[in-house]
């Protein structure tokens, strides 16, 4: 028992050097999780006394073992960004920002916008589709004027999303909330504009997306913009 107490506790201390201090105290959680249930299974297999709770036992914590380890290895992988942001910032690079510090960042901005209560939905779609929660309510808050545009108030279109310049109303989507809105909207962005090989790629950054997204060129400035107003707020 004590080689693998050893064993776990030197694996997370190596991964917890490349994660943020969020991964860590989440890597921490789980190592703490494996050695509980690796415990239990060590008492368990000393009363059974047979091999083949034994086998049973090494195989569990080897599973428990692996698990921690592709956890952590997942988050390295996944590299957080909570700005500065530039129109090359790289969208699908998560930020660390909490659902009420999103909406203490936007009410600090716009006191009266309609985004105020949503930070919660923009950071579980960015975790969902992997996607910066900053990008996804800087675009939410530059397509709807802060919530407060016909789309937003008459469709919960956050996003302008269906809208084309010679159909800016009629045409642009309905959606029953604005947080069904977000998660729509963030996956078909994650699909086609965030992901290699996807009809509207071209590269996952404000820049790329621009080719596609939006005719005004503008558009990519005016969202990196909002992005570190809300990360400098957030913080």
Not at 80 to 98: E, I, K, M
Not at 106 to 125: E, H, N, T
Not at 141 to 165: H, Q, V
Request: glycine residues 8%; aromatic residues 8%; contains cysteine.
């Amino acid at each position: 028992m004590h080689h693998i107490r050893i064993a776990i506790l030197c694996l997370v201390v190596w991964l917890l050097a490349g994660c943020t201090e969020q991964d860590q105290s989440y890597l921490a959680t789980r190592a703490v999780e494996a050695l509980q249930t690796t415990e239990a299974i060590v008492k368990t297999t000393a009363v059974a006394a047979s091999k083949t709770a034994a086998a049973e036992a090494a195989q569990a914590v080897q599973t428990q073992v692996a698990a921690v380890k592709q956890t952590a290895e997942a988050m390295i992988t996944h590299r957080t960004d909570d700005g500065p942001f530039t129109v090359d910032s790289d969208l699908t690079r998560l930020a660390t920002v909490s659902g009420a510090q999103l909406d203490a960042a936007i009410k600090a901005i716009r006191p009266d916008s309609p985004l105020i209560g949503l930070g919660q939905g923009f950071v579980d779609a960015g975790k969902k589709h992997g996607i910066n929660a900053f990008y996804i309510a800087a675009h939410s808050a530059w397509e709807s004027s802060w919530g407060t545009s016909p789309l937003a108030r008459d469709k919960n279109n956050l996003f302008g999303y269906g809208a084309y310049d010679s159909c800016p109303y009629e045409c642009a989507w309905t959606f029953k909330t604005k947080e069904e809105c977000v998660d729509t909207v963030m996956l078909l962005v994650k699909t086609d504009y965030l992901t290699e090989g996807g009809k509207y790629y071209n590269g996952a950054t404000l820049r790329g997306m621009n080719v596609k997204y939006a005719t005004d060129q503008n558009w990519q400035n005016g969202i990196a913009s909002i992005m570190n107003s809300l990360a400098s707020k957030a913080g």
